[in-house]
């Protein structure tokens, strides 16, 4: 399957690959060609071992794990994003009747009791009206040209060399060179678009999935964070597990037994004063904020203000 996907491999790299040693490789491709495998070793700076062009393998060889990994993970949403949930369907359609016919019970299984969603709760579908421009250029290698709306609200006109796309959950990535350096931008922010004739040369060494990981790390720990300590009552911690998520639940687990009035103390964060001031209120007097006091006095201010619109 190596030398099919890639061609002509040394038996060191063949080594590498499969964690065995090179006499082992040697040794395998004098089995491989007992069994009527035509794959051939050259010595010299160019050789190499090989298999014949004309010689492809069928899916036979695939186990259980292997055809339930194939079929576990198409994404529906994303997919139709790309426009490519149709030629999935049929791909996968292909693929089931070309095997064996135990393991087309395996894909049916799979495909029974698994379905992933990538959409969160509550969260507005972002339109993405250039996402087939930006994936034609990826494919293409072309340069694209784009009017950007920043965070900020400010617009930007960028000429970019797409590298490649990234889904985080529903939300679409495209990480893109511009003046001489990779940058990620938020496709549903792109305003205008326009493929050109200029093709870019994509670096050989990029690595998509590696500069996205390292990219988010460094965008997290970029992130200041505002904390927070309040004081709630276990039936009233609930109302922050809706609010925060799941993760609290951990944090009432690592939290001090109540004190003589039944309050736990927790430690929250958020993205600023005014965000934590928003949430906060929302949840009334199920919390009680013990710190910092510049939050105290923004909830104390927000809230005379309700009380005079509404009272």
């Not at 070309?98 to 395996?106: G, K, N, T």
């Not at 579908?125 to 900020?152: G, K, N």
């Amino acid at each position: 399957m190596l030398l099919q996907a890639n061609g002509r491999m040394t038996a060191q790299d063949l080594a590498d690959r499969l964690e065995v040693s090179t006499r082992t490789i040697y040794r395998d491709l004098d089995a491989l060609s007992a069994s009527g495998v035509p794959v051939y070793a050259e010595r010299g700076p160019n050789g190499g071992c090989a298999l014949l062009d004309s010689y492809r393998t069928n899916l036979t060889g695939l186990t259980e794990k292997e055809v339930e990994a194939l079929f576990m993970f198409t994404v529906p949403g994303l997919l139709a994003d790309l426009g490519a949930d149709k030629a999935s369907a049929a791909a996968m359609l292909k693929l089931s009747a070309s095997l064996p016919a135990p393991f087309r019970q395996d894909a049916q299984r799979v495909q029974e009791r698994l379905y992933l969603d990538p959409a969160g709760w509550f969260q507005p579908e972002e339109p993405v009206p250039y996402l087939p421009a930006v994936q034609t250029a990826v494919w293409r290698a072309r340069r694209l040209r784009m009017a950007y709306r920043r965070a900020d609200g400010h617009w930007i006109k960028r000429l970019i060399d797409p590298y490649g796309l990234v889904a985080k959950t529903s939300i679409w990535y495209v990480v893109a060179a511009s003046y001489g350096r990779p940058q990620v931008y938020r496709v549903s922010r792109i305003q205008e678009a326009e493929i050109t004739d200029s093709p870019f040369e994509r670096p050989a060494d990029f690595d998509l999935a590696a500069y996205w990981q390292a990219w988010c790390a460094h965008f997290e720990a970029g992130q200041e964070r505002y904390h927070v300590r309040v004081q709630t009552t276990e039936p009233n911690a609930t109302l922050l597990v809706h609010l925060l998520g799941e993760g609290v639940y951990s944090l009432l687990n690592a939290a001090d037994p109540p004190d003589e009035l039944g309050y736990l103390t927790l430690s929250l964060s958020f993205d600023s004063l005014e965000s934590a001031c928003r949430q906060l209120l929302g949840l009334g007097a199920a919390v009680v904020v013990v710190e910092p006091p510049a939050l105290r006095e923004e909830m104390l201010k927000m809230s005379r203000q309700l009380v005079t619109l509404y009272g």
